[in-house]
């Protein structure tokens, strides 16, 4: 079995920060590409941010210069670090991660629960 397991996200003021960790837990073998996806109401899914295990990361135009994505690969984790946050960051906030298990072979892409992240005055 294996989980990610998001935690950080809550209500924060205009302008302040938030930051988002993910954990993933299980039967890992290997973690390859780990990435922040979001989803407002009524809206699909976009990507966020993304970070390869040797650290090169990318980011959507929309989390530039206010996001910084992390990972510490001894956990398994990465971290998003927000700030200058606006109403329209506004979101579901859901960790991504291709892996590949212990004793399985093929690599899998796991989603975590989301965390809300709301920004609102």
């Known amino acids: 079995q294996v989980q990610l397991v998001e935690s950080g996200g809550g209500l924060v003021q205009p302008g302040g920060s938030l930051r988002l960790s993910c954990e993933a837990t299980?039967?890992?073998?290997?973690?390859?590409?780990m990435g922040w996806y979001r989803q407002a109401p009524g809206n699909e899914r976009e990507w966020v941010a993304d970070?390869?295990?040797?650290?090169?990361?990318g980011y959507a135009d929309s989390a530039k210069g206010r996001f910084t994505i992390s990972r510490d690969n001894a956990k398994n984790a990465i971290y998003l670090e927000m700030s200058s946050l606006k109403p329209e960051d506004t979101a579901v906030y859901y960790c991504n991660a291709a892996l590949s298990r212990v004793g399985i072979s093929g690599t899998y892409n796991y989603w975590g629960q989301g965390t809300q992240v709301t920004v609102s005055s």
């Open positions: 299980g039967s890992i073998a290997s973690v390859y590409g």
């Open positions: 970070i390869s295990p040797g650290g090169r990361t």
